[in-house]
């Protein structure tokens, strides 16, 4: 047991994604990603929008959305992600998932979140009470997201 007393109970997804835009408000990703531009002192926000499979036991199907980034001036970014999943058999539940990006020293950021799901869906209602956590890694330069989501 942890000292939150919270562990991991199953693995629920993993996510294998990648960007499909970007929206940039005044500071454009690439000069941020590569240091030639830091946040400005009120922050910076970028959205990235993305689209890929998602995959488990009991989970298959398209994911899609968009993350609604914060980037602070001291370059924490915070995420704020909406999306669908779309199940094999055409189900859609709405998901949400807040947390952080983290800088790694190879150039991929760390993935730290926390997700919630929603659908009306009879086969898909078990989704309505998990909390899952998720880690993973998302390459900025080649838009590539890789991540792995358990039930708490």
Same mark, same amino acid.
């Given at each position: %047991? $942890?000292?939150?007393?919270?562990e ?18 005044g ?7 590569? &240091? ?6 009120? &922050? %910076?926000?970028?959205? =990235?929008?993305?689209?890929? $499979? ?6 298959n ?5 968009v993350?609604? =980034?914060a ?18 058999d055409? +189900?859609? =539940?709405?998901?949400? +998932?807040?947390g ?6 190879d ?8 997700a ?9 209602? #078990?989704?309505?009470?998990?909390? =899952? #956590? +998720?880690?993973g +890694?998302?390459?900025? %330069? ?11």
């Amino acid at each position: %047991m $942890s000292v939150t007393g919270i562990e991991p109970k199953e693995l629920v997804y993993e996510v294998s994604a990648t960007f499909t835009g970007v929206t940039e408000f005044g500071v454009s990703m690439e000069d941020f990603l590569t &240091g030639q531009a830091a946040p400005p002192p009120q &922050g %910076m926000r970028i959205d =990235i929008a993305f689209a890929g $499979s998602i995959s488990g036991e009991r989970l298959n199907g398209t994911v899609s959305g968009v993350d609604y =980034i914060a980037i602070r001036a001291d370059g924490r970014a915070e995420l704020h992600i909406h999306g669908t999943l779309t199940t094999a058999d055409g +189900a859609n =539940i709405s998901f949400f +998932a807040g947390g952080l990006a983290l800088p790694h020293e190879d150039g991929h950021l760390e993935l730290r979140e926390h997700a919630v799901m929603s659908t009306a869906h009879a086969e898909y209602e #078990w989704v309505n009470n998990l909390a =899952i #956590w +998720a880690v993973g +890694a998302v390459n900025p %330069m080649t838009g590539q997201i890789s991540l792995k989501g358990y039930s708490v």
